[in-house]
């Protein structure tokens, strides 16, 4: 995917920032030329993620939410390694993925996470796995192979039945998330056997930031209708735009511009929801080659800062993937030799967006457990003053990295 879902460095004076603007655009981008079987995968994992959101959407109360497709996906890619027969094929049909070899998902998936990593040296992107697995406890030799070489996964062993192994695997979260999440698992059960994560981390810097002294508290009308104040921040650019019957876009860069944020504001009469209810993949591919680059463009947005946590089983479950969280049913025979199953799937994500930038990360943890988570142009207007819909996204490939929804544009 392609995606697949991080907070910004201040620039120290004013005049500074716009020699540094000036330098971004000489800047000569890196692109990602996919082939393709990378393609096909990219578009899978949008497809999985978009149909995901819009499932974790209706099942949580929270305002706010926020995952990262990526994450998810290449936290279930590496399980899928160790899947077989009918687990094996409700994981492919869930994910979006059948019709493509393990190889040539593997390769994809290797392919994209290095690319991803070195587009923009003003941007930080950074993916990170591992996989921490219970002493005693036998490991299939090509499982853990597989996922060192394709997935650079870190392999630990660890005495699962010591509070010190739950705090390793929080204490390797914290570290990958830059300290925005710190926490991924309360306790180890007895019959816990092994822990899979990945872990995304995103700093990006604005192209051309907002400039504070122009940020005020305005109205901000939320889904039930009632008004808030909420910080406004403002500022007027060439920008990339599209409106139709359903919703206004812009597409805001970061750096050097490989890297976007997709504001979606529903139009009169719709809601954040509506958007999200046609969230597919045909309409995000459609929806992303209608832009047009205006200019200028008059972006007047909510400031907002916010955590989010789900348990992705019982939404998984709903999509197919029932037999991999199943005691005595799910296979996961390509991982050990004894009978395993997913018993816990948890996904959390973090994300900061203010005037210079935005700062996101997620993991995602797969807890495995044995059977015995101008002329001036006429200016368009863009005020973002209601529930609305975000994503974050790298151009070449179109990959889906984070996409959330701000009711409530809190700044925590």
């Known amino acids: 995917m392609k995606t697949l879902f991080t907070i910004f460095i201040v620039f120290a ?52 939410i926020m995952i990262s497709p990526l994450s998810i996906s290449v936290a279930f890619a590496m399980a899928y390694n160790g899947a077989d027969k009918d ?21 994809s998936y290797k392919m994209l996470i290095t690319a991803l990593q070195s587009l923009d040296e003003k941007v930080v992107f950074e993916l990170a796995n591992a996989i921490f697995y219970a002493d005693g406890f036998t490991v299939k030799p090509d499982f853990l192979n597989i996922n ?33 999440i710190t926490k991924i698992i309360e306790q180890l059960n007895p019959l816990d056997r092994m822990v899979l994560l990945n872990a995304i981390y995103f700093n990006g810097i604005w192209t051309n930031k907002f400039d504070e002294k122009g940020t005020h508290n305005l109205s901000f009308t939320k889904t039930n209708g009632t008004s808030i104040e909420a910080p406004m921040m403002k500022k007027e650019e060439k920008l990339d735009y599209t409106t139709n019957s359903l919703f206004s876009a ?52 909510p400031r907002f800062k916010f955590s989010f946590e789900t348990e992705l089983k019982n939404v998984l479950k709903g999509m197919g993937m ?27 994500s973090f994300i900061d967006v203010n005037e210079n930038g935005t700062e996101a990360a997620a993991v995602t943890s797969i807890t495995f457990t044995t059977t015995s988570a101008g002329n001036e142009p006429p200016k368009t207007i863009f005020y973002v003053d209601k529930p609305f819909v975000f994503a974050i996204t790298e151009k070449d490939t179109d990959a889906i990295l984070f996409m959330g929804e701000v009711q409530n544009p809190v700044y925590e």
């Open 322 to 348: 029932i037999k991999a969280f199943q005691p005595n049913i799910a296979d996961f025979s390509k991982i050990a030799e004894e009978d395993l199953y997913i018993s816990a799937a948890v996904h959390k």
């Open 148 to 180: 060192k070489t394709i997935y650079d996964a870190e392999v630990t062993k660890l005495q699962f039945s010591s509070n010190s192994a739950v705090e390793t695997i929080n204490k390797w979260v914290a570290d990958k998330t830059h300290d925005k």
């Open 13 to 64: 004076l004013c005049a500074f920032c716009s020699c540094q603007n000036e330098d971004l655009k000489g800047d000569e981008n890196k692109t990602i030329n996919l082939d393709e079987k990378s393609a096909q995968l990219i578009e899978a994992d949008n497809t999985f993620g978009l149909e995901l959101f819009q499932k974790i959407r209706k099942e949580s109360d929270k305002e706010n």
């Open 250 to 301: 812009v597409k805001i860069p970061y750096g050097n511009g490989q890297y976007n944020m997709v504001v979606m504001l529903p139009a009169t009469g719709k809601t954040s929801q509506s958007v999200i209810d046609a969230l597919s993949f045909t309409n995000w591919k459609s929806w992303m080659t209608e832009f047009e680059t205006k200019d200028p463009v008059v972006v007047t947005m």
């Open 87 to 107: 687990t094996k094929t409700e994981m492919e049909k869930a994910m979006k993925i059948n019709g493509l070899t393990t190889e040539q998902i593997n390769n």
